[in-house]
């Protein structure tokens, strides 16, 4: 049963599964579903799709995700980041006749569930890694942005256009004089009701004598209620025909088992997309997993999320549905709601399966500025403006790479924006790596400790150059402490010891150690003896498989003071230590 355990968690909660915990699932699962149907509906929308794929992608996965996921509240299904990222991926292979929307979103999702699978397999989720927190906010908060922009054409009730930020702005200020009034009146009474309720509902409902609990639920329902109200709405009016546009006709039912188009030129237009999409899914999926895991003191396995996440797309794919992950907000939700297992997750996708088979003749009258409005109010909550002047205020160069995350997404596309941050994360890391931090050290008097000479009152010896390098050395930074060396050694003429301080210095690779090995040369060319101190185990044990000990002019201490004692201990040095500045007599 272990074994089955390790790949499937479902046989090691299944076993301990009772009544109690039953309850708690079920009500998650009722209070998760009404905030999912909407969710579902819009998010479809926003990917450029028909309404009803959204339900279609809000059913299998989560069978799916509960089956092989290791989070037991994450709840998984369409998000907004993600079907931008769809939008984005889908349009170019439309408009370029390779295949119709649906397909191609089918597509996206068997691509992306199984990169998702093979990195699970391979236990590759370190790959995230490469997308810093900056990226991932500036990229969030842009996509955003991007997407309320995107929306405003909905609640304007004028045909918009447009890829990116200034494409839309200028064309929605282009057709300003097209707006719909009755289309307006819709959209932005929905914004209003729904801005209202997130915000203040629950305090109403409270001090009019509700309990927590309910209060909660009904504040969370808001969206149900503005598609109920403008739906009835719409019909007494007529609204269709005074030009709000209506969502139409959904077809009832549950999806129609189907596999993904596997033609290549498909695969090739869709395959970059697709694994951006599962690097910055699973990035949001984990990071929300870990979170809500902590405050239970549970652990989720990132290589298992994987597998869960890939498999919650391939089911997605074969159920006409398109690209899910987990998502923040319901996530919380089923988190709050007491949900206790991936058994909610299950139980969700029975509410959305039937909501598919029995509600969808209802919503053939829903505006779809009703859509925009729960769309713009949910992504404006993961706009962090806040978050850029911290980073300004921390780091500058991951500010830069932020900034320059946010307006490639702005302004030439989702998927160049995710790209240039990445590539300027690593590019910054490289940089700053290739030029570490490095500092003199003395002895602070009194004490065993040898800090910076520009930062505290301590003790050098003129004969004795302690260097303390702050970065592991590899082939980047390699040549920078060579030249650093050189610089120090010609300042000092009557140099007689160099010692490089590394307890900091975690690796040496071996550009690193040809470096060091050429230092120690042009050491003994000068009659300077080459040591280290403080060299940690793993470190030392890969030097001993080298000549360079064998070489090394000087030796190896254990630990900063010693080197230092015993160098000031040698015949021929002046007899006393100085403070820093002054010289030997």
């Not at 089956?67 to 299904?77: H, M």
């Not at 610089?487 to 900091?504: K, N, Q, S």
């Not at 793993?538 to 160098?567: E, I, T, W, Y």
């Amino acid at each position: 049963m272990k074994r089955f355990a390790r790949w499937m968690p479902i046989f090691g909660w299944g076993r301990d599964y009772d009544s109690e915990t039953l309850s708690a699932d079920l009500l998650a699962a009722v209070i998760v579903t009404i905030m999912l149907i909407p969710q579902s509906l819009a998010y479809a929308m926003l990917a450029g799709l028909p309404p009803e794929v959204g339900l279609y992608a809000s059913v299998l996965p989560l069978v799916a995700f509960a089956l092989f996921g290791s989070s037991r509240t994450l709840a998984v299904g369409p998000v907004a980041v993600v079907s931008l990222m769809t939008a984005s991926a889908v349009g170019p292979v439309v408009a370029a006749g390779i295949a119709d929307a649906v397909t191609a979103a089918v597509t996206l999702a068997a691509l992306s569930g199984a990169m998702l699978v093979a990195m699970g397999l391979l236990r590759l989720g370190f790959l995230a890694n490469f997308l810093s927190h900056p990226v991932i906010s500036g990229f969030i908060t842009a996509s955003g942005l991007l997407i309320a922009a995107g929306q405003l054409r909905h609640i304007l009730g004028v045909p918009g256009g447009g890829g990116t930020a200034p494409a839309i702005l200028a064309g929605l200020a282009r057709q300003l004089g097209q707006v719909n009034p009755w289309t307006l009146a819709v959209g932005a009474g929905a914004l209003g009701f729904l801005y209202l309720a997130r915000r203040y509902a629950k305090g109403w409902l409270i001090a009019a004598g509700l309990g927590a609990r309910p209060a909660d639920m009904i504040a969370r329902a808001a969206p149900i209620l503005a598609i109920a109200a403008t739906i009835l709405i719409a019909r007494a009016l007529d609204l269709g025909a005074r030009g709000v546009a209506l969502v139409g006709e959904i077809p009832s039912g549950l999806p129609v088992p189907r596999m993904p188009d596997l033609s290549p030129d498909l695969i090739a237009a869709l395959a970059p997309a697709a694994f951006l999409i599962s690097i910055v899914g699973f990035v949001e999926s984990v990071s929300v997993a870990q979170t809500l895991a902590a405050r239970r003191r549970e652990r989720i396995v990132p290589d298992q999320e994987l597998l869960g996440l890939g498999a919650a797309n391939l089911a997605a794919a074969v159920s006409s549905g398109y690209p899910v992950t987990g998502g923040f907000a319901r996530s919380v939700v089923n988190f709050d709601a007491g949900a206790r297992t991936q058994a909610a997750g299950v139980f969700t996708a029975l509410g959305i399966a039937l909501a598919a088979l029995f509600l969808t003749p209802l919503l053939s009258h829903l505006p779809q500025a009703t859509l925009a409005a729960t769309i713009i109010l949910a992504v404006l909550s993961l706009v962090d403006f806040p978050a850029i002047t911290r980073t300004w205020r921390y780091s500058r160069p991951d500010f830069a790479a932020m900034l320059g995350t946010i307006i490639v997404t702005l302004g030439v596309g989702v998927e160049q924006g995710v790209t240039v941050g990445v590539v300027l994360s690593l590019g910054l890391h490289l940089w700053r790596t290739s030029r570490p931090h490095s500092a003199i050290v003395g002895q602070v008097p009194g004490t065993e400790h040898y800090r910076n000479i520009d930062r505290h009152q301590v003790i050098t010896h003129p004969e004795i150059l302690s260097l303390r390098v702050d970065e592991s050395l590899y082939f980047a930074n390699a040549r920078f402490l060579e030249d650093r060396i050189a610089a120090l050694v010609a300042e000092r003429p009557g140099l007689r010891h160099v010692v490089l301080m590394c307890p900091a210095v975690n690796d040496i690779d071996a550009s690193a150690l040809e470096s060091l090995q050429e230092i120690n040369r042009r050491l003994a060319d000068a009659d300077i003896r080459f040591h280290l101190s403080e060299v940690k185990g793993p470190v030392m044990d890969r030097l001993k498989r080298s000549d360079f000990l064998n070489q090394l002019s000087g030796r190896v201490f254990l630990s900063q003071h010693a080197a230092d004692c015993a160098l000031r201990a040698e015949p021929g040095l002046c007899a006393a230590d100085q403070p820093v500045a002054q010289k030997c007599p």
